[in-house]
């Protein structure tokens, strides 16, 4: 089935493509595992007014090997892909029917790690930049918010083997975060995948 025969979301200057089931349940708990225990993950410390605080989960960022990504003042020179997300990069590519030359891993761990407000937007992904996100693990609520505002105007629940894809000037106009909750949720790895283009 194409990845975007299902219905678009619809928000005003965003195209966001949500795939719930796009992954088995047997793969994605496979891939899950192996991603938690063989991925050498990074709790990196941003300085926010001067004092270092740590990021509120754990990241890991892989590619090619031109494909350095900044973003939030961190420089992170990717790892050389695995055998496994090699291939999870060539099935998220056929689904997004681009090119992808890096992937920013996320871990969850509990409710207690998050994802603060931004948009995709860095100046290496060029203009209209293509960001498809992964999901594996427990669900965890993907906002939105038009940029300049405070009011959360579109939410979705990310569920285990899910892939929301996030297409032309949605970053541009959108910003995305996934909260604290003081919910019991499971613990999720989260991938995106993108194109670094190179700095303009």
């Not at 050498?40 to 892989?62: C, S, T």
């Not at 790892?79 to 099935?91: N, Y």
């Not at 541009?172 to 993108?194: D, E, S």
């Amino acid at each position: 089935m194409d990845l975007f025969s299902d219905p678009l979301i619809e928000l005003p200057g965003a195209e966001l493509d949500l795939r719930p089931h796009w992954l088995d349940s047997a793969t994605a708990t496979a891939w899950f595992r192996q991603l938690a225990t063989e991925t050498p993950w990074e709790q990196p410390q941003l300085f926010i007014h001067g004092r270092p605080v740590a990021v509120p989960r754990l990241v890991a960022w892989y590619g090619d090997a031109e494909a350095s990504y900044r973003y939030s003042g961190l420089e992170h020179r990717p790892l050389p892909w695995t055998p496994l997300l090699a291939e999870i990069r060539a099935r998220v590519q056929e689904a997004a029917g681009q090119p992808l030359n890096g992937v920013l891993l996320n871990y969850y761990r509990d409710g207690n790690d998050s994802m603060g407000w931004h948009s995709d937007d860095e100046p290496e992904l060029g203009r209209d930049p293509l960001i498809a996100s992964l999901n594996l693990g427990g669900t965890r609520r993907f906002d939105l918010r038009r940029k300049g505002a405070s009011r959360i105007e579109h939410s979705l629940e990310l569920a285990d083997g899910s892939l929301l894809v996030m297409r032309g000037a949605t970053q541009h106009h959108w910003q995305h975060q996934v909260a604290k909750t003081r919910k019991p949720v499971a613990p999720r790895i989260n991938l995106t995948f993108r194109l670094i283009r190179g700095r303009a």
